[in-house]
């Protein structure tokens, strides 16, 4: 089915099939957690039309984002505005449109809502030790210890509603502890204002993996039995959006020298591979011709660049690479998160056609691409040179 639509041209395919797993994942490993999807990850309509009938929710940064999921079918009680920065033009925009839970993490943010509108419920976002993740959040974001009490009072004194307390590990986040630990600091925050905390949003940085997540969910779900709050709410957005799209790229050009082979794909850093600059992903991949893996190295070195006229454009480099041909496809799994939503038309390229997978749709071709995929982790002589670790932290 998927290689036979296309020639030299990319495309992409968003499966039904596979959010439906992630989401029993989600229901099987933290039944007690309410997930607030974040759109940014992916906000593809499709996706979002099979979201909301299932139950999750959605977690919004901008107008923009309320008014997509709002066309989706949400409504705004659905809707976190889970942003503790806002200009002033986007939070009226977002009170317009009727939602009212939003989060916050200093006084001046706190004056800002009671500006506009007395009728929010305002979760307060802290700080938490991130340094076990790719994109450390803290730099930006949450409440240091000694900024708690001031926020509480100026939510007192301007009258407006303590929904619960907040964090986010970072993204890609690799430490076992930084789940539990950061239940703790929200324990702590507690203990030290004296106040019922009704609601505790976890965050996001859960990796979509079956047992990565199942040894993260298992810590969050002892932290919660240790502190039994009213309500346990989550940001997940890679964990459901990564696995739902596939990826299909094909080689459009190659040029060879004496010790090393140039490929061009048909898509490029600027587009879908956006998510090596955005999102530090490393890409695993399988290349086909005619349905047949390639599997002979050549002892050259690969470098893959993308089609834009710029020679950054590098999405990854191989030593003793397999010698591919053009039309030869790249089969590209897991490339739903941050790929689609910050690729852009650079250079006048236009983005590859989205193919929308019902359940119905799913053939024998599929699954047996997709068994190629089964835990797999790009090869160790793939280097990606244009893709760099964050390393700015509040805790740094």
């Known amino acids: 089915m998927f290689l036979s639509i296309i020639t030299l041209k990319s495309a992409l395919f968003i499966s039904r099939r596979a959010l439906l797993k992630q989401w029993t994942l989600w229901r099987q490993h933290l039944p007690l957690v309410q997930p607030f999807y974040a759109v940014k990850s992916n906000p593809h309509p499709a996706l979002l039309k099979w979201m909301q009938p299932l139950g999750l929710k959605v977690d919004c940064a901008s107008p923009g984002e309320m008014q997509t999921v709002l066309g989706a079918g949400f409504q705004p009680s659905d809707i976190l505005y889970a942003n503790t920065m806002k200009a002033p033009s986007d939070l009226q925009s977002a009170l317009a449109l009727g939602v009212r839970r939003t989060t916050t993490d ?18 307060v976002r802290l700080a938490v030790d991130d340094r076990g993740a790719r994109s450390p959040f803290s730099i930006k974001f949450g409440a240091a210890q000694e900024e708690w009490a001031t926020i509480m009072e100026a939510l007192q004194f301007y009258g407006l509603t303590f929904g619960g307390l907040s964090f986010h590990v970072g993204s890609n986040s690799t430490d ?32 979509p993996s079956e047992t990565a997540f199942a040894q993260t969910a298992l810590g969050i779900r002892r932290s919660m ?17 990564a696995p739902v799209q596939m990826m299909l790229c094909p080689i459009v050009f190659k040029k060879v020298s004496k010790d090393r082979i140039r490929y061009l794909l048909d898509d490029s850093v600027y587009g879908q591979f956006s998510s090596i600059v955005f999102d530090h992903a490393k890409p695993a991949w399988r290349v086909l011709k005619d349905n047949r893996l390639r599997d002979t190295a050549t002892g050259k070195q690969a470098l893959f660049f993308g089609k834009t006229c710029d020679s950054l454009d590098l999405i990854a480099l191989e030593e003793n690479a397999v010698e591919y041909e053009v039309g030869d496809v790249f089969v590209i799994p897991n490339m739903g998160a941050y790929t689609s939503a910050s690729a852009t038309t650079f250079n006048g390229f236009p983005l590859p056609p989205t193919y929308i997978l019902e359940d119905e749709q799913f053939c024998t071709t599929q699954n047996a691409l997709e068994a190629l995929f089964e835990d797999m982790t790009p090869s160790d002589g793939v280097q990606f040179p244009i893709e760099t670790k964050s390393t700015i932290s509040l805790h740094a």
């Not at 200093?106 to 979760?123: I, K």
């Not at 309500?231 to 964990?239: C, K, L, V, Y």
């Open 225 to 241: 039995a240790e502190w039994p709050a009213t309500q346990w709410i989550a940001e997940p957005g890679r964990f459901f959006s």
């Open 106 to 123: 200093s006084v001046e943010g706190v004056e800002q809502l009671a500006d506009q509108s007395r009728d929010c419920t305002v979760l």
């Open 176 to 207: 076992p502890q930084a789940f539990p630990n950061a239940i703790r600091q929200c324990r702590l925050f507690q203990e030290r204002i004296g106040c019922d905390v009704p609601v505790v949003d976890i965050g996001g940085g859960f990796l």
